[in-house]
């Protein structure tokens, strides 16, 4: 039987499948994958700002945002741009959309990857060629969001699948751009980035294939989803910009 790919506009969406791709392109996959190259060690995806501040402690700092706005008390905030060193080991992560699709696509989905135009290439290489994907918009508060969609689309049109209904419609909407930052600039969350001096984010978000590497669900649990980074072909990640990886345990 031919493997499929299906795309779910929101959380809502998701059905069963082999693997299933998250993407928040603005901003918490890009963060994701940003935080991870810099050298943190794992990402605890939480779903609400107590959850995370209860997993506060030695050798872990906070993260996230309501509103696009910095979370009183967290140490940062949910802009990539903030991650070029890691301090700690762990990064606990909360945001008002990612982190919640994080959470629920591990019980649709054997495997649970994390996507976004940061890391483009290295997740198309580490899907299984037989597998069933669902790529899983987070969208913005339950609804439609054009940079996911359309990042959704970059991806159905590498993968080369069976596509639904769904996923030839993002084929559609990413082909009618000639590049990455249009669809970004002209979303809604753009806007309210803008809005909040934030708008450096968006091409920063919108660059293609940085780094080569694949966040991936390792453990998962009502409330917190624990994310690794692994390289798709098992090999040294490289980081720019000058970024430094260092090893970090906790007891």
Do not use: W
């Not at 290439?121 to 969609?149: H, K, N």
């Amino acid at each position: 039987m031919t493997a499929s790919i299906d795309v779910a506009f929101t959380p809502a969406d998701v059905r069963r499948t082999d693997v299933a791709l998250v993407v928040d392109v603005l901003r918490a996959s890009s963060t994701i994958v940003t935080a991870l190259a810099a050298g943190f060690e794992r990402v605890l995806c939480v779903g609400d700002v107590e959850g995370a501040r209860a997993l506060s402690g030695p050798g872990r700092a906070l993260a996230g945002e309501r509103g696009c706005q910095p979370i009183e008390g967290f140490d940062h905030g949910n802009s990539p741009s903030e991650f070029q060193h890691a301090s700690v080991a762990e990064l606990v992560l909360c945001t008002t959309n990612g982190t919640p699709a994080v959470l629920s696509s591990g019980e649709a989905a054997g495997e649970v990857l994390i996507a976004s135009l940061l890391n483009l290439d290295a997740v198309i290489g580490a899907v299984p060629p037989d597998a069933d994907v669902t790529v899983v918009c987070s969208g913005t508060d339950r609804r439609f969001a054009l940079e996911d969609a359309y990042a959704a689309g970059r991806l159905v049109g590498r993968l080369g699948r069976a596509r639904t209904d769904a996923a030839t419609a993002a084929l559609r909407l990413a082909g009618s751009y000639a590049d990455s930052l249009k669809p970004l600039d002209e979303s809604a969350d753009a806007a309210v980035l803008r809005d909040t001096g934030q708008s450096a984010d968006i091409s920063f978000c919108a660059r293609e294939s940085v780094f080569d590497i694949v966040p991936r669900v390792a453990e998962i649990g009502e409330a917190v989803a624990v994310v690794e980074g692994s390289s798709p072909k098992d090999r040294e990640i490289p980081i720019p910009h000058d970024q430094t990886s260092f090893d970090v345990s906790r007891s």
